[in-house]
């Protein structure tokens, strides 16, 4: 059980660093972003997705012997916990590197960490209907 948490933690860091890391490709030694910033804003969100995709389909897989209930609410709970951590990871790391301030960070960065929980609610809820506990609509 333990090592379930230590293994939603990973991927929580992982979910937030491998987008931070191929951001860093993005900008000249200056620290000037070299690329239109709607494009990386676009690149990032690209990759953050598919790297979220990939650690809730990870997570899935190692949990199948779980019950659908328990493994959906792994789903929300693991959304729920990666926001929680990209968010503290921004707020200290990106936030003071960036010079944002609370308000423009949420507006134009905190605000795109939101679909996680969305996604594993949405997931969970696939789970149940897919092993019959619940109708779809």
């Known amino acids: 059980m333990v090592w379930r948490w230590w293994l939603i933690g990973l991927y929580g860091v992982l979910l937030w660093l491998i987008p931070f890391a191929a951001s860093c ?22 990759l953050s997705a598919s ?18 209930d328990s493994l959906s609410a792994l789903c929300v709970t ?10 503290a990871l921004d707020l200290l790391v990106l936030l003071p590197m960036g010079q944002y301030s609370l308000l423009v960070w949420f507006v134009e960065i905190g605000v795109r960490y939101m679909p996680m929980p969305l996604t594993g609610w949405l997931l969970g809820e696939a789970i149940r209907m897919a092993a019959g506990l619940k109708e779809g609509p």
């Open 25 to 46: 490709f993005c900008f000249d030694k200056t620290g000037k972003l070299w690329m239109d910033k709607t494009a990386f804003k676009s690149l990032m969100m690209v």
């Open 51 to 68: 790297v979220g995709t990939a650690a809730f389909w990870s997570l899935v897989r190692q949990h199948l012997y779980l019950d659908a």
């Open 78 to 87: 693991s959304g729920f916990v990666w926001l929680g951590i990209n968010y």
